[in-house]
Each structure stands twice: as C-alpha cells, then as structure tokens.
C-alpha cells in the first residue's frame, strides 16, 4: 500500500537522521585525532586523509593517559561494586517492606543525589586534607557513592516489586531465612536490571570531573576526565591530542554502554508490573 | 723545652688566619649546602607551559648535584591558584614550591602562606653569593616586591609583543609594522580588510577568563592613561574619560578582526595567525616557537606592541616561585635550594635554550642569544621602557575583581553595554567588592 | 518515587528490624559520605569566611540576604529555569518520537542502530562533548559552520554571541540527554502487554487513540522518572558548559553550577557559596516535588 511504503520511508528517514546527529560529532572527535594539528583547522574539511597516530603516541607519552585511564578504572569499578552492594539490599527493603521512616530514607538519598558537585567540594576537600587522604582513589569511590546509591536504589526497587511475590513466600514457607530469599531467588532474577544500574552508575562514575579534579589532582593518582580538563588551561590547547585522549577516555565507557543496550530495555522498566 | 706564650700566640693567630683563608677560599657550593637535606623530596607546583617543560627537563642536574628529588604537579592555569589555596587553607603541606602568578602574591604573604624570601637570603649556609638579585630585571623584582620585601624568585616571565606576517603587510604595501594602535586602526587595518577572501588586519583573544582581563580589556586602558583605581583615595576610576577612551577604541580595533573572536583564546588566535588569515597579533612572548612553527611561520616577525597615545604600556605577565611556610623547615631549605638554583644567572642559559622564558638580563640581553631567538630583544626592550609591574592590580581579591572584569570586558565588547554604561557599571561592582571586603587595606603600589 | 500504580506487594515481617537489616548499609554509607558535607554547607552559609582572608565569622542571615539581592545569583538561576524549560519538553517530545519509532515494526536494522547508538551521548564525558562542541562550534574554523555555509546560510556567531551560545549549549543539552529520555520511554513502552496491543489494533486504526488509550499510562512512570532526573542533571550541568567557554560569552551561559563554582573558588567565599547552594538544593527538592505531586494528582 503507498501509504504504507509513504509512511517507512519517512520513519525511516527520521531514524537515519537521529543517527547522523549521533554519530556526526563521534566521526569528528575520532577524524580528529588522527589528523595533524593544521588538517584539523582546515576548510574545506579534509574526508580522506593519511591517518597520523602521532596524537595518540603524545596523549600516552606526554599527558600518562594511559595511568589515568587506570585509575578511572580503578575508581569506577570501586564505586560500582561499593554501591550495588550496599543499594540493592537497600532497594530491596524499601520495596518489601513498610515501614516508617521509608519515605524520608528515600527523601535522604534523593537529596544527597542533588547536591551540586562544587558546593560539596570544599568541606570534601578539607576532610581529605585533613585525614591526608588527597590522591587516594578510596576518597573518590566514598563519594561517588553520593550519586551512585541513590540511582541504584531508584532503579532497582522497582526491579524487585516485579519479581512474583508468589516465588519469595513459597521459599519463606520451606523455611529460608530472608536474606536467603533475596540472595538466591529475587536477586538471580533481577540480573538484567542490576546490570543497567551498574553500568548506567559506572557511567556517571567514570565521567564525573569536577570531584577527581580537586581530590586527586596528581598526575599519578588523577582520572581520565581530569585529563580534559587539563588541557583547558594549557596555553595552547593541543587539538589532536585533546581528540585523541577524548577518544580513549569515550570508548571504553561507549564500548560498555553498547555491550548493554539490550538489557537496557528491560533494566528500565520503571514501575511496570506484567 | 716549654714554648714561649708568644710563640703560642703566634701560632694559634697563624693558624687561624690559615684556617680563615682556607674557609673564605672554599667558595659556596650547591652540593656542599645541599648536603644536609640529601633524599629529602620537594614538590613543585608547574604550568603546562614551555618554560616548565624545560625546567623538568634539566631538574635531574639538580637532583643528581644535590641527591634531593623534585616531584612536579602540573596543574592547567586556571586552576593553579584553586589548588594552591585550598592546599593552605587545610594546611595539607602538598606543595613546597609555590607558583605565584604576579598578580598574586598579595594573596599569598598577607596571610603569611609563604616564607619571606629575606630570610633564606640571610642563611649564609644556603644563599648562593651569586645570586645577584639584581640581575632580574627591574620590573620584575618591583612585581613580586610586597611592602618593600622581595617574596618570590620570577620564573616564566612574558612580555606582550606584536606579531606581524611580514608577507600580508608587505603585499598590502607596508615594509614595518605599526609603531602606535592609531597607526595600526587608521592606516594598516582598512587596508588589509578582506572578509571574502578571510583576511584580517587584527584578531584579539577575549575569551571569558583571565584571558579577556590581561590580554582583552587591560591592554586598551594603560596607554590611553586609563587605571583600574586610586589607591590613595581608594577609588575605582575605571568610568574616567581617559578609561573609556580606551576602550571604545578596542571597539573600532574589533570591527576590522574575525567574527566570533570574543570567544577565541590564545590557541584559536594564534591558530588563525598561523593559518596566514590573520596579519598581526598582540599576543605573549612565549608564543613565538608556536608561531615559527605554524603554516605561515617563515613570514612571522616579531616587536614591541604598538603604543598609545599616553605611552607604551605592553601586555605584562608572569610568575616566581616562593617556599611554603606549612611544610617542615628543612623541606623548607631543600626547596629554597631549588628554587634558588632555577632562577640562577647560571641556569638562564640552558633553560632557555630548551624553551623557557626567563627575567635574567643577563641572559636575556647575550646577543648570542639574541640572535638565537628573535623575540628576547623586544622582550627586553619591553620590561625596560614599555611595561609596569601593577599592569594588573596586586591586591589580595584578585580573583574574583577579575572575573568581574572578564564578565563586563566581554559584555562591553560583544556590544551588549555600550562602553560609558558598561564602565560605569563595572566601577560600581568593583567598588562595592572592594569596599565590601575590605582589600584596599592590603593593595600593594609597586614602584614603577 | 515508588509508582502508586502498582500494587503494594509485602512480605510479613518475621522481626521488626528486618528493614532495617537491608537499609542499613547504604544509609551508614550515605550518612557518613553525604552528611558531613550538608552540615558543612549549611553551617558556613551562617559564616562570613573568606579563604585566606581571616577566619570565619558568624554572620546570620548576611549571605542569603546578600544572595537574594544580588543580581548574579538571581540571573544565574533564571537563566538555569529558562535552559531547563527550554530543553525538557523538547527532550522529552523529542524522545518520545524517538521511542515511538523504535517501537515500531518497519525498518528493522535502522531500528537496531539506533537503539545501539542511543547509549552513546549519555556515556560521553561532559567535558569531552564540551572541548568538541568549541571545536567545531568556531566561528571562524568550525565545521558547523563550514556546513551552513555550504546551504547559503552565513556564518553563525555561536561562542561570540550572547543568544547564539545560549542556544548552542541547549542544543548540545538536547543532543546528550534526549537518548536517555528516549531509552527510559522505550523501556516503557516494551511493558505494554502483547495481547492488549493485539486487542486495540483490532478495534482501532487510529495510531493517535492507541496512543492516548493504551500507552500513555504505561508510559507515565517513564515520563515523571524521565522529567525528574532531567530536572536534577540540568541544574547540576557543570563540565560541558564550562569546557565550552567557561559560561561566556559574559555570562550568558553563565548557569547555576558555574555561578557558584565562581564565588567558592575564585571569589573564595565559601559563606557566600555555602548560602547559594543551600538555595538551590531547597529549589531543587521544591521543583522534584512538585513534579511528582503534579503528575500524579489525580491518582489516589
């Protein structure tokens, strides 16, 4: 039917458009690291190019990405681990149970979620100084713990109100305690929702800047981010290394979050009960 | 047989003076005075800058001489004086070199954050003899002189300097570059004016920051005898005729640069001046191997900014190292040798061969070098006769008086005040700053 | 934020604390973290305490009074209001379009891609987005305009000119966070249940009533979660904008994040900062709020 074929091509002009808008700036960055400082600014944009790796040889040698890169690691993985471990019981308890103060916990974790990073920085920053903990990524996984629980907790309790209520009584009644029950029936079911709020957590993680900047501001200790942020302030900013660092510190987090996009769908049901 | 008491005398006073000639014959070593403090650790505070890149180049010389080991953070500009002040405000003892930019050094000794430089020179133990203070170039030693006191060593000094495409002029009928900024507007610009075929006479870098404080609004008060305040009376005269002469003169100037400049930092002007679309720039003297090394390189000249019609007052800037007074005194001493030795007529050389920009006249004014390195004559030429140490004010709330100039320097230049309003208005906000937190009890009148 | 559509499903509680017993880690955690630095905040916004200008001071009420009669602060959260209020219904039409079209049955791998693609602007560093925004936004060397160039329009002033910067940086808030819009929404959409989709294709063609009757409430957790996060993401936008021109030109970027980051580290009024945030952390929780009250006000 024309009207039919009129109305695909449409949508399918629209997708092919969401995608271009996508993928442009990504085709940029990554054009751009491999391209010399002067084919970067050129107009008419160079298409076709001899691509040049001497951008990314200056990012690993000159500005120790590849150590930052490691500590992002390092600080992510800490922060995730940290704050599904302590989230998901929690997340699990506000969805299982009544109880009074629920409300304001919830309230709590919300408000430590809104706090904007460079108000919170000073006393931080001055508690670090004081327990001589400045450049120690522990710093760094403690804090981050004030975005990541709450947007674990968020994301899970509805994960686990869909989980059958009929599945947890039946193992209350062969007599399983009830951290059993959350163990090794409810949590084992909620897999793919867990995964998103880790790897959605690990994303802010891994982004966050304005923290790692002033806690660990040493070039051993510092994070991928802080990287960027670093060569904001040099006197020239150095175009093709910029791209070639924002390449390494975007593909691991871009890699991941495709790994993932089909359990995004089902990690996200938010309050949906089948 | 027993010695006479003469004798005795004799020889006791004979060898003395053998001993004291023997003392004052054994001159004063770096390695001798750094013998105490051997595996001690100094962390310096750096740029990510040429003259850094050099320094870190050459400190295994210093470590290997004195076997005391400096470790360097690097930290961007704009977020040096943020680390540095919240370093002593918990009293965290990270750093033990400072980097003071020269517009801050009110901050750091009025809450006695560093350790006066006059005491490490009166240690005989680790004042190098040949230290020659005075072989720093008068402005810069006025610079970092706070209530007579001398409180930093310069390191990584700058002179704003015109750079000019030799090639663009001479097409467009110019042999020499303008010597005035009326010459420059009048006479130069109009004629190499060319929009279709992106050509333009001037860029100026303005982007929010210091970069439209020190390179953007400033630059256009000085030499129309405009100044930021009276210290005596303790008033902002920014609304003065002379001030806003200046300024809506930077207006016309703007008209004949490339669209969207207001934004551009150093990087996207002198990228520009590079690609050969842009004639001249006022830009600093650390520039010029980016420049030389750029598309349009071979064509770049290099010399004094051009003058006003109140005199040459070029772009000024740069920084010294001072010793934190929070970290244990002999840490202390190891970083006075350190930073002793940096700045030292005898290092000046070497660093600058690898990149650095030093205040050494000595240095500076070798014609070997000069020869070596076009810019270090109009650098010199500059700091003697065209620069003043409080090109920028020295006062402890520096920051933030010039985030308000930044916010307003840009306002008026994107158009959004015309210049009077928009003068008037940053007079209000500054003296109400100022007022409000009582600075003008700590603003330091270098000599000129 | 526990949707009131479904049903409240419990176990009995063997013993009083058990709650407790699964709340309690994160609550020590967050308590420890996140209470020490609210109290910080809120004791020093009653301080006059400049860093390196003597000790603090107490001062009352001096720095919310300063606060709320100084223009900057004022400018600097309406402007937040108006980027907020501009960016979310665009995100959120924007992002349902999206989600509609992947729900869809036709082209098949131009729907795979995006739904791969989507992951990507929400997993961009902020400040990576930023630096590559100021490189290809440039006046004078940016591809961007290069581009309009080509289609006859002239050159864009984006980082020179107040309103065009503005209007770059919402536009560069659309493109990172429509995606996550778009991803909740099309979550939302997977749960509408497969036999009440069959059921409403027999009875009705009309894509508008399927929408309205039948997906709308399955879309509504998404959407109040989606408007919610999008509200607290935007007010704490801090590194794309900074690493795009620092909140110039002037200030007319100059957001609430940046505002503050101002005072406390160049201004280094930490009373003054403190007094800002607490501000903006009470407008922040007023405006959540009332969004979640607003959108479910006619549930019961």
Redesign the interface.
């Known amino acids: 039917m024309g009207k039919q074929r009129i109305l695909s091509l449409f949508h399918g002009l629209f997708l092919a458009f969401i995608a271009l808008i996508i993928i442009f700036p990504f085709y940029w960055m990554i054009a751009s690291s491999l391209k010399t400082e002067n084919q970067i600014f050129q107009l008419p944009p160079v298409w076709l190019f001899k691509p040049h790796f001497a951008s990314y040889a200056a990012a690993i040698v000159n500005d120790n990405i590849l150590r930052a890169l490691l500590n992002s690691v390092i600080v992510t993985v800490g922060a995730v681990v940290l704050g599904v471990a302590v989230g998901a019981p929690a997340a699990y308890g506000l969805a299982r149970y009544k109880f009074r103060g629920s409300a304001q916990i919830q309230f709590w974790y919300v408000t430590n979620w809104m706090l904007i990073p460079v108000v919170v920085l000073i006393p931080f920053y001055l508690l670090a100084a004081d327990l001589r903990m400045i450049d120690n990524p522990i710093m760094l996984i403690l804090i981050y713990q004030t975005f990541v629980v709450p947007l674990v907790v968020w994301l899970l309790v509805d994960q686990f109100k869909a989980v059958p209520i009929a599945l947890e009584e039946a193992a209350l009644l062969d007599g399983m305690s009830k951290f059993g029950i959350f163990l090794r029936i409810t949590l084992p079911l909620t897999i793919p929702g867990i995964t998103v709020a880790a790897i959605l957590a690990g994303i802010f993680a891994w982004n966050d800047l304005l923290y790692a900047f002033i806690l660990t501001p040493g070039t051993d200790a510092r994070t991928a981010p802080t990287v960027m942020m670093s060569y904001l302030g040099g006197y020239i900013i150095p175009w093709g290394r910029v791209m070639a660092s924002a390449v390494m510190i975007t593909g691991p987090v871009v890699i991941g979050g495709i790994a993932i996009h089909k359990y995004i769908a089902r990690g996200l049901t938010l309050g949906a009960v089948k | 047989m027993k010695p006479s008491v003469k004798s005795i005398l004799l020889g006791s006073a004979c060898a003395v003076a053998a001993l004291s000639f023997a003392h004052s014959a054994q001159a004063w070593t770096l390695q001798q005075a750094a013998a105490p403090y051997k595996g001690e650790t100094v962390t310096v505070v750096g740029l990510d800058r040429p003259s850094y890149k050099a320094a870190q180049k050459l400190t295994p010389e210093f470590e290997k001489e004195t076997g005391i080991h400096v470790k360097w953070v690097i930290y961007p500009y704009e977020n040096t004086l943020k680390a540095e002040t919240l370093n002593f405000v918990s009293h965290s003892g990270q750093f033990d070199a400072i980097l003071s930019d020269v517009v801050w050094p009110v901050d750091f000794t009025k809450a006695n954050w560093v350790t006066p430089i006059k005491d490490f020179m009166a240690n005989k133990d680790l004042a190098d003899p040949d230290i020659d203070i005075k072989d720093f170039f008068p402005v810069w030693r006025h610079a970092f002189t706070i209530k007579g006191e001398l409180v930093g060593l310069p390191f990584d000094s700058y002179a704003g300097l015109l750079y000019y495409n030799k090639k663009i002029l001479k097409e467009h009928g110019f042999s020499s570059p303008p010597t005035t900024w009326d010459q420059l507007l009048t006479v130069y610009a109009p004629k190499m004016y060319d929009p279709s075929k992106n050509l333009y006479p001037y860029a100026l870098q303005s982007a929010r920051g210091e970069t439209q404080t020190a390179d953007s609004f400033t630059r256009f008060l000085w030499p129309w005898g405009g100044r930021y305040f009276d210290a005596a009376t303790k008033k902002i005269t920014l609304d003065s005729p002379d001030a806003i002469k200046g300024e809506a003169f930077r207006q016309k100037l703007i008209k004949f640069g490339p669209k969207g400049i207001i934004a551009d930092d150093h990087s996207q002007v002198v990228q520009l001046m590079g690609q050969g679309q842009v004639a001249m720039v006022t830009e600093w003297s650390a520039f010029y191997p980016t420049l030389i090394a750029s598309k349009a390189g071979p064509d770049i000249g290099v010399t004094t900014e051009p003058a006003g019609p109140k005199g040459q007052y070029s772009a000024f800037g740069g920084f010294a190292y001072m010793v934190s007074a929070q970290v244990p005194k002999k840490t202390q001493d190891a970083t006075w040798l350190f930073i002793q030795w940096l700045t030292s007529k005898s290092m000046a050389k070497p660093l600058l061969e690898n990149g650095a920009v030093v205040a050494r006249a000595s240095a500076d004014t070798d014609s070997a070098l000069q020869a070596k390195f076009p810019y270090l004559a109009p650098m010199v030429t500059t700091w003697e006769h065209g620069s003043v140490p409080d090109w920028r004010p020295q006062i402890a709330c520096y920051p933030y008086f010039s985030e308000l100039v930044s916010e307003y320097g840009s306002d008026i230049e994107t158009g959004q005040y015309t210049v009077p309003a928009g003068m008037k208005k940053l007079t209000g906000k500054l003296q109400h700053y100022m007022n409000s937190t009582g600075c003008w009890n700590s603003v330091n009148v270098p000599k000129h | 934020?526990?949707?009131p559509?479904?049903?409240?499903?419990?176990?009995?509680?063997?013993r009083k604390w058990?709650?407790?017993?699964?709340?309690g880690?994160?609550?020590i955690?967050?308590l420890?973290?996140?209470l020490?630095?609210?109290i910080?905040?809120a004791y020093f916004s009653f301080h006059s305490w400049?860093?390196?200008?003597g000790p603090p001071v107490f001062s009352g009420f001096e720095n919310y009074v300063e606060t709320l009669t100084s223009s900057d602060f004022i400018d600097s959260l309406l402007r937040t209001f108006i980027f907020l209020i501009v960016t979310l219904p665009i995100e959120l039409f924007l992002g349902l379009?999206?989600a509609l079209?992947l729900d869809?049955t036709?082209?098949a791998w131009?729907?795979r891609?995006?739904?791969?693609?989507?992951?990507?602007?929400?997993?961009?560093?902020?400040?990576?987005?930023g630096?590559?925004v100021q490189?290809?936004f440039?006046?004078?060397?940016g591809?961007v305009n290069?581009g309009l160039h080509v289609l006859g329009i002239g050159?864009v002033?984006?980082?020179?000119?107040?309103h065009a910067?503005l209007g770059m940086v919402m536009m560069t808030q659309i493109?990172e966070w429509t995606?996550f819009v778009a991803?909740?929404l099309?979550?939302?959409l997977?749960?509408v249940?497969q036999d009440i989709e069959e059921a409403i294709t027999l009875e009705t063609e009309s894509f508008w009533a399927r929408l309205r009757y039948i997906k709308l409430p399955?879309l509504r957790?998404?959407l109040v979660?989606s408007i919610v996060f999008q509200t607290?993401f935007t007010?704490?936008t801090?590194?794309m904008i900074y690493?795009i021109?620092?909140?110039?030109?002037?200030?007319a970027t100059q957001m609430?994040?940046l505002h503050?980051?101002?005072?406390?580290?160049?201004?280094?009024?930490?009373g003054l900062?403190?007094a800002?945030?607490v501000l903006?952390?009470i407008v922040?929780?007023v405006l959540?709020q009332s969004v979640v009250t607003f959108l479910y006000k006619d549930e019961v």
């Open positions: 934020m526990t949707d559509t479904s049903p409240e499903v419990r176990l009995p509680r063997l058990e709650p407790w017993f699964f709340v880690p994160s609550l955690l967050l420890a973290v996140g020490y630095p609210t910080f905040v400049t860093m390196g200008m379009s999206i079209a869809q036709r082209n131009l729907r891609l995006v739904q791969i693609l989507l992951v990507v602007p929400i997993a961009t560093t902020p400040s990576v987005v630096m590559l490189l290809m440039n006046t004078q060397l591809v290069y050159p002033d984006w980082l020179g000119n107040a910067a493109w995606p991803l909740v099309s979550a939302s997977a749960t249940p399955f957790p998404g979660a607290i007010i704490k801090f590194d690493s021109e620092k909140g110039g030109p002037g200030d609430i994040a503050i980051e101002r005072i406390a580290f160049r201004g280094f009024d930490v900062a403190s800002e945030s903006t952390l922040t929780i959540a």
